[in-house]
């Protein structure tokens, strides 16, 4: 679950923390060049980085990730269909029955989201629901956001937080005096 709400934050929200990150970006600059926030020099002194743009840079960006949709004001959008919410899974009789109206929610549907693993295609109704889709849609309507993907950007962005705070941490330790 944890892994599936990544890709879905990754899918809705990147473009907003895109965004966030630049503005912090030109925000640490601008200040640091002003000399409104300490400056030290990177591990390779090659340039110099504000403190508040390796301590705010990621810890915003997860934020904006994670909580990016509730910022926006609420206005009617498109409904979603969520196939591991809306049918049955406990209930055998409940699941037939809502796997039977697939096709229905497919031709009401206007796009696809899967949000793909390994074990996608190994499932017979998530195969239905994709060959329900394409036979009612053009197939540029159906969108795969490979689970990996999401996964791959928040580990380098953890990584990345890691050694800005680590970094920052053994400069802070070897300041004189």
Not at 108 to 114: E, F, T
């Amino acid at each position: 679950r944890v892994i599936k709400f990544l890709a879905l934050a990754f899918k809705f929200n990147l473009k907003d923390a895109l965004a966030v990150c630049i503005l912090i970006i030109l925000l640490c600059l601008a200040t640091g060049w002003l000399g409104l926030q300490p400056v030290f020099n990177t591990v390779d002194q090659d340039y110099d980085v504000a403190v508040g743009c390796r301590i705010l840079l990621a810890p915003l960006v997860i934020l904006t990730m994670f909580f990016g949709r509730c910022c926006h004001r609420r206005r009617s959008g498109p409904s979603i269909f969520l196939d591991k919410v809306c049918i049955h899974q406990a209930d055998r009789t409940l699941q037939r029955a809502g796997i039977r109206k697939l096709g229905a929610f497919m031709r009401v549907s206007d796009r696809m989201l899967v949000l793909y693993s390994s074990v996608y295609l190994k499932r017979l109704w998530t195969v239905y629901e994709v060959a329900s889709f394409i036979t009612l849609h053009n197939v540029d309507q159906l969108e795969l956001v490979p689970i990996v993907l999401p996964m791959a950007f928040f580990m380098v962005l953890a990584g990345h937080m890691s050694f800005q705070f680590l970094t920052l941490g053994v400069q802070l330790l070897n300041l004189p005096g």
